[in-house]
């Protein structure tokens, strides 16, 4: 069983929707838990962070983290267009591991 | 201008030769990573360094090397390119931990093929 398991999609919505992006872990020791965004044919950038349990919010992005059932989301208010990339979730903190990637289109 | 740079950008070679794939940040960070993107396998860690003359193993160490002689630069080794190493090749660096404290900025990336 891999680390960090995510739907890879593709996932298409309209604009305006709630986006719901989830990931499960494996290895529940001490670690930080992260979401990021790529565009196409770019790095990664770090779009929040969170550390144990519970919500983090960040404007339209919400992350949550329950480590009972070792689940890690990302929920995006208001969909735009812009919003439109690849999400990769990740844990770690020195050592990262890394979801496979869920690919978003929001459709005008 | 802050940043990330990665040479080459895009390179072909062949089994079996040695190559080198340089990273250099500007933002005097501490932490700095090298990670592979396959499609369906999302990125993957190969190496990370915390500083000067620490370097630990990733997810996916095999058949790369690593060394970090400066602190501004963090250069990936392939002593023997086999062609399950065509691969999207990322660096990145940040002043905290992985981004967690501080953002991890990423470099342009390497398309690197082994024939």
């Known amino acids: 069983q891999k680390e960090v398991e995510q739907d890879p999609g593709p996932l298409s919505v309209p604009e305006g929707a709630i986006v719901s992006l989830n990931c499960t872990y494996s290895n529940s020791a001490f670690q930080y838990f992260m979401w990021y965004r790529q565009y196409s044919r770019k790095g990664p950038e770090l779009l929040m962070y969170t550390y144990s349990s519970g919500n983090k919010e960040d404007g339209r992005f919400t992350a949550q983290v329950d480590k009972s059932s070792k689940y890690i989301s990302l929920f995006i208010r208001d969909s735009q267009p812009s919003d439109s990339a690849t999400y990769l979730c990740a844990k770690g903190a020195q050592k990262l591991v890394f979801g496979q990637g869920t690919r978003l289109t929001i459709n005008p | 201008e802050a940043q990330v740079t990665q040479n080459p950008r895009y390179l072909i070679t062949v089994t079996g030769k040695k190559l080198t794939v340089t990273c250099s940040q500007n933002?005097?960070?501490?932490?700095m990573s090298w990670y592979r993107q396959d499609p369906g396998l999302g990125l993957r860690q190969i190496y990370y360094?915390?500083?000067?003359?620490?370097?630990d193993k990733g997810d996916v160490p095999e058949g790369y090397k690593v060394s970090r002689k400066e602190k501004r630069n963090f250069p990936l080794i392939l002593e023997s390119p086999s062609p399950n190493q065509t691969s999207l090749y990322f660096c990145?660096?940040?002043?905290?931990?992985?981004?967690?404290?501080?953002?991890?900025?990423f470099g342009p990336g390497t398309r690197l093929t082994v024939l």
């Open positions: 933002m005097n960070h501490e932490y």
């Open positions: 360094s915390m500083n000067v003359e620490v370097t």
């Open positions: 990145a660096s940040s002043r905290g931990l992985a981004g967690i404290t501080d953002t991890q900025y």
